[in-house]
């Protein structure tokens, strides 16, 4: 394998890209959605049309069909196709970095690993920016992946051995979870608390698990992170299932529910409706799942990654929001998935990160074996 010339692995490499692409448009649709990424087939959402091999061929197909399935003619959006030349280009890019055509044993492995990490990024990336989560699969997933291979191959994080390449990549989600955990408390303190402002008499509803509000669909997990998370509120009319209110002042907590000054068992509430103009909710300046996602970071990249991937991820978030915001696509007070900038800030590091002199303190020194 070793005396194939070097861009025939590139090619390989673009080619496996883009099936694994094509396997990630199946996590990015069903995976935020609960559902089962092998079972049923893959299908058309529309018409339910199980999808035949000869018409799942990454890029050619969708081209082929000009973005439309064969069966009922709905639109195939853009992202399929983007997907997999993004994932292919992003493999053959590795490959072009890491890879070597003399030592392609090791190299290949190595290369691997970084396209697995690709992957992840990727997968989070397009579900971040859809939905505003990254989940658990991909997240601590990613952790406990990036860990098992830094412990089967040492080369990884260019250690000596197997105990120390599993201490770097511990070390590197540790450090990864941490400081954005620190954020995120911080952030929580600083900017712990949202107003919402609704059209005049809008109805609102709390159910058992989540906050609905007529443009959106607030989990409670999303609010109710600390115990002081209160909602409040003023309703000009309050619906519980046994009583009504009117004109009264409501706050909810994890564990406390006060109607005026009545206190009630939030838990035996199942739903309630209220009549408001305006409401004020926690708000997390980050959330959980960027916690978990910078550890799956650290564990593949080790802690320097993390603390570059924070830093760089920050002044890129910053550009894009203020940008969008001064375009007119985005309000101040609107929701920005931060796990996209997260993802680009690691990549950035992955292929240049150690030629930054600014970042001259990040770089391998005696605590680590050179990379």
Same mark, same amino acid.
């Given at each position: 394998?070793?005396?194939?010339?070097?861009?025939?692995?590139?090619?390989? #490499?673009?080619?496996?890209?883009?099936?694994?692409?094509?396997?990630?448009? *199946?996590?990015? =649709?069903?995976?935020?959605?609960?559902?089962?990424? +092998?079972?049923?087939?893959? =299908?058309?959402?529309?018409? %339910?049309?199980?999808?035949?091999? #000869?018409?799942?061929?990454?890029?050619?197909?969708?081209?082929?069909?000009?973005?439309?399935?064969?069966?009922?003619?709905?639109?195939?959006? *853009? %992202?399929?196709?983007?997907?997999?030349?993004? $994932?292919?280009?992003?493999?053959?890019?590795?490959?072009?970095?890491? @890879?070597?055509?003399?030592?392609?044993?090791? $190299?290949?492995?190595?290369?691997?690993?970084?396209?697995?990490?690709?992957?992840?990024?990727?997968? !989070?990336?397009?579900?971040?920016?859809? =939905?505003?989560?990254?989940?658990?699969?991909?997240?601590?997933?990613?952790?406990?992946?990036?860990?098992? +291979?830094?412990?089967?191959?040492?080369?990884?994080?260019?250690?000596?051995?197997?105990?120390?390449?599993?201490?770097?990549?511990?070390?590197?989600?540790? $450090?990864?979870?941490?400081?954005?955990?620190? &954020?995120?408390?911080?952030?929580?303190?600083?900017?712990?608390?949202?107003?919402?402002?609704?059209?005049?008499?809008?109805?609102?509803?709390?159910?058992?698990?989540?906050? &609905?509000?007529?443009?959106?669909?607030?989990?409670?997990?999303?609010?109710? #992170?600390? @115990?002081? /998370?209160?909602? =409040?509120?003023?309703?000009?009319?309050?619906?519980?299932?046994?009583?009504?209110?009117? /004109?009264?002042? *409501?706050?909810?907590?994890?564990?406390?529910?006060?109607?005026?000054?009545?206190?009630? /068992?939030?838990?035996?509430?199942?739903?309630?409706?209220?009549?408001?103009?305006?409401?004020?909710?926690?708000?997390?300046?980050?959330?959980?799942?960027?916690?978990?996602?910078?550890?799956?970071?650290?564990?593949?990249? @080790?802690?320097?990654?993390?603390?570059?991937?924070?830093?760089?991820?920050?002044? +890129?978030?910053? *550009?894009?929001?203020?940008?969008?915001?001064?375009? @007119?696509? %985005? /309000?101040?007070? !609107?929701?920005?998935?931060?796990?996209? #900038?997260?993802?680009?800030?690691?990549?950035?590091?992955?292929?240049?990160?150690?030629?930054?002199?600014?970042?001259?303190?990040?770089?391998?020194?005696?605590?680590?074996?050179?990379?």
């Amino acid at each position: 394998m070793a005396n194939l010339p070097f861009h025939f692995w590139t090619t390989v #490499y673009f080619i496996t890209g883009a099936m694994v692409g094509s396997f990630l448009n *199946v996590c990015i =649709h069903r995976l935020p959605r609960g559902m089962s990424v +092998i079972n049923p087939p893959s =299908h058309c959402p529309h018409c %339910r049309f199980t999808i035949p091999w #000869y018409l799942n061929i990454p890029l050619a197909t969708w081209l082929w069909l000009r973005g439309r399935c064969v069966e009922c003619a709905a639109p195939i959006p *853009v %992202r399929y196709f983007l997907v997999e030349l993004l $994932t292919g280009l992003a493999f053959a890019a590795v490959w072009n970095k890491f @890879g070597n055509a003399v030592a392609w044993q090791q $190299t290949s492995l190595v290369a691997a690993a970084y396209c697995l990490l690709l992957a992840i990024l990727i997968a !989070a990336t397009f579900i971040d920016f859809e =939905h505003f989560i990254i989940p658990d699969e991909i997240t601590l997933g990613g952790t406990v992946v990036g860990v098992l +291979i830094s412990l089967g191959l040492p080369a990884l994080h260019n250690a000596p051995t197997l105990g120390a390449a599993l201490k770097w990549s511990v070390i590197g989600a540790g $450090t990864g979870a941490l400081i954005v955990y620190a &954020v995120l408390l911080l952030g929580k303190l600083a900017f712990g608390r949202q107003k919402i402002e609704l059209p005049p008499n809008s109805r609102i509803y709390f159910t058992e698990d989540s906050l &609905v509000l007529p443009s959106e669909t607030i989990p409670y997990g999303e609010l109710f #992170y600390r @115990g002081s /998370d209160t909602i =409040h509120l003023h309703a000009a009319k309050l619906e519980l299932i046994d009583r009504c209110y009117s /004109d009264v002042p *409501v706050r909810l907590s994890q564990h406390t529910l006060f109607v005026g000054k009545e206190k009630l /068992d939030p838990t035996a509430v199942v739903q309630m409706e209220a009549v408001t103009d305006e409401l004020v909710i926690p708000r997390e300046a980050m959330g959980l799942g960027d916690v978990k996602f910078m550890a799956a970071i650290g564990a593949f990249l @080790g802690w320097q990654a993390a603390v570059f991937s924070l830093l760089v991820s920050a002044v +890129i978030g910053a *550009v894009a929001g203020v940008t969008l915001i001064s375009i @007119g696509k %985005r /309000d101040w007070s !609107a929701k920005l998935p931060y796990g996209p #900038y997260i993802a680009l800030a690691a990549v950035i590091w992955l292929f240049s990160g150690h030629a930054w002199e600014i970042f001259w303190w990040l770089q391998p020194n005696s605590l680590q074996p050179t990379r």
